[in-house]
């Protein structure tokens, strides 16, 4: 069974954490969910206030690292000492991604050199000016590694990392009770078509050992 750890930090945004969250909770298969942090509990922008289950020091061993984002939480995290040197993080044998200015976090650990990535809108000029080559699109991938850009993006990062752990039909799994009655052939177009127009390079995928140590590949 596959370990995903979601990274969160005081300020976070709310719906970036609790959609994400939400999303990869609905399985009770082939993964299992961690929420990480530097604390027993971090707080919300909207002062919700969340249990983690582990230091950020354990996404090291996970096998799909993800970050939330907040606008003021993410510049708090990257003068963090703690925070930012716990982790080690692998993208040749972990799949890693964010949402929002959670890319901000990528950039600095040294994840984003020489590929692709996205955020929000309102976070663009920063991240430019953190020399990321930054796209104007939803879901950007490159690799192991995937930015998503605006909160109701992670419908298409949490697809994505389905495809890549699973398939399409477990993508389509996780998805089915958020879709709006009615409109299930639109999404389904919407989200396979953003996460096939995000795989800007599918050529430094690297093969996979669940922490249950059966043998599995990350699918393309």
Known sequence: MYQISIVIFDEFTDIDFFLMRDILGRTRTDWKVRV????????????MTVKTDGHVSEANASDVVLFVSGYKGVPAALEDEE??????L???KQLIGSVCAGSFILSRLGLLKGIKATTHPDAKPGLVAMGVDVQDKALVVGGNIATAGGCLSALYLTGWLAERLCDESKRREIHRQLVPAGQAHIFEELI???IE?????????TMLQPASGRDAAFRG
């Open 90 to 92: 692998n993208p040749q």
């Open 192 to 194: 396979k078509s953003s």
């Open 197 to 205: 127009a995000a795989k800007v390079s599918e050529s430094h995928n």
């Open 36 to 47: 990480l942090g530097t604390k027993s509990t971090h707080t919300s922008t909207l002062g």
């Open 83 to 88: 925070f930012m040197s716990s982790f080690k």
